[in-house]
């Protein structure tokens, strides 16, 4: 079946370093979001990208998803301790959406 | 508007024991589903349903059933509950794709343990 290969698992960056998380899928997706999850509460929706080679933007967010529409990232330019929490990928081919694993960022202030 | 509501938050169980979470949204979304999380496992589909009445198979259903009867609830049941069904169950809904909007509004998350 479709998977949804997340790297890295964790990432401990220092409070103004830059911060990225790759997400891969076995099969070519319709379209990918991301989620973000604080310690202790729930996912909550960030953003979607369904086109080929689209790069959309948030504040200091940054989502790029790959030409072949199976790969997607995510960059966050300057981490602030607000920052802190697991970010999941999640694609959507031709099964209900599939989450990667999520990357844990700490951000040491 | 409440969104997507669970209750209980917290339940400890024994082996063997039934139970039956429930999961309630008033956003009038068509689809809803059932998810689990481990540590290091992300979030794995239960069970799902696109609609009242519906329901499907997700990527680990095995020990758990569902039901629909309702647009706005989606209930989780445990029949005969198992230490591996240990984890924290989070429901969410969403419209269909085919509106073109997506995206999943979570529950807060019921956190279940079984002894």
């Known amino acids: 079946g479709q998977q949804v290969m997340q790297i890295p698992q964790y990432q401990h960056v220092q409070e103004g370093e830059d911060f990225t998380t790759y997400c891969n899928s076995s099969t070519t997706l319709s379209n990918i979001q991301w989620y973000k999850q604080r310690p202790g509460g729930h996912p909550v929706f960030l953003i979607q990208l369904v086109k080929s080679g689209e790069v959309k933007k948030q504040k200091r967010l940054t989502f790029q998803f790959g030409e072949a529409k199976k790969n997607s990232s995510l960059h966050i330019t300057a981490t602030q301790t607000t920052d802190v929490g697991t970010y999941f990928c999640a694609g959507l081919g031709n099964t209900p959406l599939v989450f990667g694993k999520g990357t844990r960022l700490s951000v040491i202030a | 508007n409440a969104g997507v509501t669970q209750t209980p938050k917290f339940r400890v169980l024994k082996t063997g024991q039934s139970m039956t979470l429930l999961c309630a949204q008033d956003m009038n979304h068509e689809y809803m589903y059932w998810y689990r999380q481990d540590p290091g496992m992300g979030l794995r589909l239960i069970h799902y349903?696109?609609?009242?009445?519906?329901?499907a198979k997700g990527e680990v259903p095995d020990g758990y059933n569902v039901s629909r009867l309702k647009k706005q609830n989606f209930l989780l049941g445990l029949e005969s509950a198992a230490p591996s069904q240990t984890s924290v169950y989070f429901c969410?809904?969403?419209?269909?794709?085919?509106?073109?909007?997506?995206?999943?509004?979570f529950g807060p998350g019921t956190r279940l343990t079984v002894t």
């Open positions: 349903s696109v609609g009242e009445g519906t329901t």
């Open positions: 969410a809904s969403s419209y269909s794709p085919g509106t073109g909007f997506i995206e999943q509004y």
